[in-house]
């Protein structure tokens, strides 16, 4: 199992930027796709962007070109960098690792964008 721990989150004004972090412990997570999600109140978890072990990188359409996944095996941790936010970002954000059957989630961390 991996277990995973975000921060970083926080309440930030429209047009503004947030770095969450996903620090992780265990040697799989170097090998380990991972993906940051996020649930806003009253609608489904969706997928946010996920990272392979070869830096492939994917990204929701909502997302693209404001948002940027990044990972650093030695520090076992994986990044999102968030600009230019909105309202509509406003969400719990969870850290997601998948290899084989492992597949593990962070407990969340709260992003708010408000004036």
């Known amino acids: 199992q991996v277990q995973l721990v975000e921060s970083g989150g926080g309440l930030v004004q429209p047009g503004g930027s947030l770095r969450l972090s996903c620090a992780a412990s265990g040697s799989i997570f170097s090998v380990a796709t991972v993906g940051w999600y996020r649930q806003a109140p009253g609608k489904q978890r969706e997928l946010v962007a996920t990272?392979?072990?070869?830096?492939?990188?994917n990204y929701a359409d909502s997302v693209k070109g404001r948002f940027t996944i990044s990972r650093d095996n030695a520090k076992n941790t994986v990044y999102l960098q968030m600009d230019s936010l909105n309202p509509e970002d406003t969400a719990v954000y969870y850290c997601?690792?998948?290899?084989?059957?492992?597949?593990?989630w962070g407990q969340g961390t709260q992003v708010t964008v408000s004036s």
């Open positions: 997601n690792a998948r290899f084989f059957s492992i597949n593990d």
């Open positions: 990272i392979t072990r070869a830096g492939d990188t």
